[in-house]
């Protein structure tokens, strides 16, 4: 029996779930493999990675927790971002969780090298696609464990399309493989986590599930504090009235034994860094972002700037995930048990990302920042899925699965248009976005459509909308022939031309500008694409 697509029989085989998630595992590797950028110094272990990472080469490979290796060493500034405590030690300014998580994928491609005779430094192509295969094992897994919790209460079909969603129609995609080192596949992972070992534990208790559950916590505030309050999903989860949440409560306050495991489990994540902490600074606590400006701004939230803005919105860049939003509504109405969990942390997500000064994050493709709640609203989005295949008219189910697999191919289109630049990873405007829609590669015209980041602004927690100066076609030719100038070897055959023709250079030189605006303006529009290729 099912009711808006939910399994009553989940122990016979479920094959589509499981082909979803070898499609996106092999597409995952694929991409990588495409566009090695392993094999780029500068890629992968850039930005918000290096302070990730650092603190692994400097143990395995220099054995100095304090970096005073940078000392003596001729070693390049980009690959240590260090905080000089002026006492001789130097420190990380972000937590070791993330270096955690590359750890089990570090070591042996560290050991391996090290073996065989190679130059192992920590930043070698082999780190790096060691690395990138912690992203994709961690996201897989993520996956699995989604997989497991949709079919205890959707169809195999439902369940399918979902994943694919997930996988491969969001940002997430982006940061599996091109950014594949950020912190968000594996935030995604661990908060997917918690929903699963919750679920698990409050259907059978134990020592070990709450313990497993504080390890979890440990870890994921550990990469990202602000992510503490996935602690309403042991608060919430299958608490569908009032008198169900104080009983839960009365449960967890009642339940010493289980509060003091996950606090233990908890504690055996955060003690390395805090004794880390004590021997560099002298200190239990650190606080790395010190005096930098950097906060909140809670009574001001940029909640429609982060779905709709042009420069990063959610929901501009990632439209498929407006389907998971609708689908809150027949969570409701389907599976109330774990609604309440899910809109609680979906409220407070879009209230604290939206909050933060940066609320679009840096740079990046999309709002990198939600990517962390996908797991969560993997089951509204489940939920929406299942009341359109429940209603069975074949022309509705027809047209979601088309706009789902539209959305999909718009998002691995997107994730080659960051690439190739005609998405700009954080200077995007209206004129900008529709200037490179449909479009693989950028135009000459893209760059004088961008508008930079306005952090001086924005630290005070105001955020002016970007203007683009309308341009006349005299301007655009005005803007070529600046672009033609600043290239010797144009210039040559510029001069050559005006000799020839027995007219001045300017005069050739707004010719050929002349001819390129026009010409580039009639081939981007034939080249406008909106599938991958």
Known sequence: ???????????????????????????????????????????????????????????????????????????????????????????????????????????????????????????????????????IFYTVLALVMLRNLLLRRFSDQVVALTILIIALGTNLFYYVTVDGLMSHSFSFFLITGMIYFTDRFFRKPGLIGVLILGIILGMIVLIRPTNIFVLIFPLLWGVTSFNELKERVLFWLSSWKYILFALLGFMIVWLPQILYWKYITGQFYFNGYGDDGVKFFFNNPQVINSFFSYRKGWLLYTPVMSFAIIGLVFLWRAYKESFWAIFMYFIVSVYVISSWWLWWYGGGYGLRAYIDIYGAM????????????????????????FIAFIFIAHNLFQVRQIYFGSIHFSDMTKEAYWESFGVLKPSL?????????????????????????????????????????RDSAFMEMITKKAIERGVSIDKALYDDAKWCYENDLEQHKKTRRFLIF
């Open 378 to 401: 993997a089951f509204p989005l489940a939920a929406f899925i299942a009341f359109v295949f429940e209603k069975r008219h074949f022309i509705l189910k027809s047209l979601i699965i």
């Open 1 to 135: 029996m099912q009711r808006f697509g939910i399994n009553t029989n989940y122990s016979e085989m479920k094959r589509l779930s499981l082909i979803a998630i070898i499609i996106s595992a092999l597409l995952f590797a694929g991409h990588d493999l495409q566009i090695k950028l392993y094999q780029n110094p500068d890629a992968l272990i850039y930005g918000d990675v290096i302070s990730y990472y650092q603190i692994l080469p400097a143990v395995f490979v220099e054995h100095d927790l304090k970096f005073s290796f940078l000392d003596h060493e001729n070693i390049p500034e980009k690959r240590y971002w260090l905080i000089d405590l002026g006492n001789g030690n130097r420190i990380s300014k972000v937590t070791m969780g993330m270096a955690f998580m590359y750890l089990p994928f570090f070591v042996p491609s560290h050991y391996i090298q090290v073996a065989l005779g190679l130059p192992s430094h920590g930043f070698s192509a082999y780190d790096k696609i060691a690395l990138l295969l912690a992203s």
């Open 445 to 485: 015209r893209l760059n004088a459509l961008l508008v930079p980041l306005d952090y001086k602004s924005a630290a005070k927690g105001q955020y002016p909308k970007p203007v683009v100066r309308v341009k006349t076609s005299e301007d655009w030719i005005k803007y070529y022939e600046k672009n033609i100038s």
